[in-house]
Every structure is written in C-alpha cells, then in structure tokens.
C-alpha cells in the first residue's frame, strides 16, 4: 500500500506530509513494512512481467 494518498484521522493531512505525531509515525511503518514497500505500483507490475518472461523462457529451454 503506499501512503501518498493516505489521509491522517488526527490532523486531516496527507499521511505524505507528516505534519502530526501520528503521521510521521504512519509513514515509517508504512516504508518499513517490506523490500518491496518503496516500490510504486507500477514498478512492481514490471518486475512481475520480466520474472514471468524469465520463468516461460527458462521453460521452453528445457522442453
């Protein structure tokens, strides 16, 4: 999930800003949660295209 879009229920901020307490503490947790968090949607729907690609060529090698 990415925070960019993220509205805080303490402030009314976007989480993004960081402007309260509870914000900044949103957006640590949220770019700490795993290796692929700081990755936009995008990014990530790439890096799945070129491990399919990867994985069918490697299968029709073998065949």
């Known amino acids: ?4 879009r993220l ?3 303490n ?3 976007p989480v993004s800003e960081g402007r ?3 914000c900044r ?3 640590e947790r949220l770019q700490q ?4 968090a700081g ?3 995008m990014a990530l729907i790439a890096l799945l295209a070129v491990l399919i690609a990867a994985v069918a060529l490697l299968a ?3 065949v």
């Open 39 to 41: 990755l936009n949607p």
């Open 25 to 27: 503490a949103s957006r």
């Open 20 to 22: 309260c307490p509870v």
């Open 33 to 36: 949660d795993g290796p692929f």
């Open 1 to 4: 999930m990415t925070y960019d």
């Open 7 to 9: 509205v805080c229920a």
């Open 60 to 62: 029709h090698q073998t």
């Open 11 to 13: 402030c009314a901020a």
